[in-house]
């Protein structure tokens, strides 16, 4: 009997850590889960701004920002990043007029790309730290999942006439 409370420590100590392992596990999960989330949710604005982008430039700015357009929507993911920095680069060289409703559409894009842009950021982050921590890589938490991947991209928010100080 006075050895017994020993059992009873090694049970509850036990079950401890079998609580945490669990709870880890599930934050892994959960953390890899809305990466990815935010990494579709990226791509469709990204899909937003350059099909925005296109309708802008078969109305006013010709071929240099229709092709950039048209090379981000058609990239391939291993482009990708490259095809999109180019299309910032096409945006930024041309004054948008944010009266018009089809450059308001591209500006609008830009601006929640942004915003997605910097979710994915931020969860990919939390993901790439939570699968990083040693008790995560010894019970290859998060084997089910790829490594989660920043998209590493200009900012694609667009100054316009607006935001410019006169002077």
Do not use: K
């Not at 990239?75 to 990708?80: D, Q």
């Not at 004054?95 to 609008?108: F, H, K, M, Q, T």
Request: glycine share 2%; aromatic share 6%.
């Amino acid at each position: 009997m006075p050895h017994m409370w020993w059992v009873v420590v090694a049970a509850v100590v036990v079950g401890l850590v079998v609580a945490y392992l669990i709870w880890t596990a599930g934050r892994v999960e959960r953390l890899q889960a809305r990466a990815e989330s935010a990494a579709r949710a990226l791509d469709a604005h990204l899909l937003r701004r350059a099909a925005a982008a296109a309708v802008l430039a078969e109305r006013r700015y010709g071929v240099e920002l229709y092709a950039a357009a048209r090379i981000a929507l058609d990239a391939v993911p291993e482009e990708r990043e490259a095809a999109e920095n180019d299309l910032t680069r096409q945006l930024r060289s041309v004054r948008l007029d944010p009266a018009d409703p089809a450059c308001e559409s591209v500006i609008a894009a830009s601006r929640r790309l942004a915003l997605a842009r910097q979710v994915h950021t931020d969860l990919v982050r939390d993901a790439r730290t939570a699968r990083s921590r040693p008790v995560v890589r010894l019970f290859r938490m998060g084997r089910r999942h790829d490594w989660p991947r920043y998209f590493d991209i200009d900012d694609p928010t667009l100054a316009t006439p607006a935001d410019v100080p006169a002077g």
